[in-house]
Nanobody, 120 residues
Framework: QVQLVESGGGLVQPGGSLRLSCAASGSIFRTYDMGWYRQVSGKQRELVASITSGGSTNYLDSIKGRFTISRDNAKNTVYLQMNSLKPEDTAVYLC??????????????WGQGTQVTVSS
């Protein structure tokens, strides 16, 4: 059973920083494209940032220059460094990833989400 577990969310003042982590655990052969989404109640889930297994990245326009996605393939972990946070960044942040498990089956997985609140 593969799981994606996020951590690092919390309450931060505007202008502050947070670093989110998403660790894939279980029987894993390899992780492929990974990404961070965010969800605000009543709004559509949006892709914030994504990263390929080779390290190529893609970002939502509104967070370019403030957020950085990275990964450690040896640890099956993806990170989202968030700087210069704004109140409009408040959301539940969810990790998503394509994983080939130990049985060589390829599936897409979601984490449970971590709350990020930007407020003074």
């Amino acid at each position: 059973q593969v799981q994606l577990v996020e951590s690092g969310g919390g309450l931060v003042q505007p202008g502050g920083s947070l670093r989110l982590s998403c660790a894939a655990s279980g029987s894993i052969f390899r992780t492929y494209d990974m990404g961070w989404y965010r969800q605000v109640s009543g709004k559509q889930r949006e892709l914030v940032a994504s990263i390929t297994s080779g390290g190529s990245t893609n970002y939502l326009d509104s967070i370019k220059g403030r957020f950085t996605i990275s990964r450690d393939n040896a640890k099956n972990t993806v990170y989202l460094q968030m700087n210069s946070l704004k109140p409009e960044d408040t959301a539940v942040y969810l990790c998503n990833g394509n994983v080939e498990n130990g049985s060589r089956r390829f599936r897409n997985y979601w984490g449970q989400g971590t709350q990020v609140t930007v407020s003074s």
